[in-house]
């Protein structure tokens, strides 16, 4: 089982990156994607989920209206659409899958990408 995160990189307060999560190994339309973050010094946190249906979505209150998921199934490809960066968004972004629904804690969770590194920054 294998996810491979992609699509990091430096931007300007107010810009805009999306980032992919490709799935290997396992039939990913039976399973909720959540990604996470890690700041400097801080605590892995939920960011956005998306269940195995696509109707069942769930955000951090910190990126509700800014970030949106979405999943191809077809593509076996989770994405993370982030508008309106703010330097505070600043973090490794991990992607993970599990079973069925989504959850918001990191210990849920049974596979998880390598991380990438999405910078905020003038």
């Known amino acids: 089982v294998q996810l491979q995160a992609s699509g990091g990189g430096l931007v300007r307060p107010g810009g805009s990156l999306r980032l992919s999560c490709a799935a290997s190994?396992?039939?990913?339309?039976?399973?909720?994607i959540g990604w996470f973050r890690q700041a400097p010094g801080k605590e892995r946190e939920f960011v956005a989920g998306?269940?195995?249906?696509?109707?069942?979505?769930r955000y951090a209150n910190s990126v509700k209206g800014r970030f949106t998921i979405s999943r191809d199934n077809d593509k076996n490809t989770a994405f993370l659409q982030m508008n309106s960066l703010l330097p505070e968004d600043t973090a490794v972004y991990y992607c993970?899958?599990?079973?069925?629904?989504?959850?918001?804690?990191?210990?849920?969770?049974?596979?998880w990408g390598q991380g990438t590194l999405v910078t905020v920054s003038s």
């Open positions: 993970a899958a599990r079973s069925w629904s989504v959850a918001t804690m990191g210990n849920e969770y049974d596979y």
């Open positions: 190994g396992f039939e990913p339309d039976y399973y909720a």
């Open positions: 998306i269940g195995w249906t696509v109707t069942g979505t």
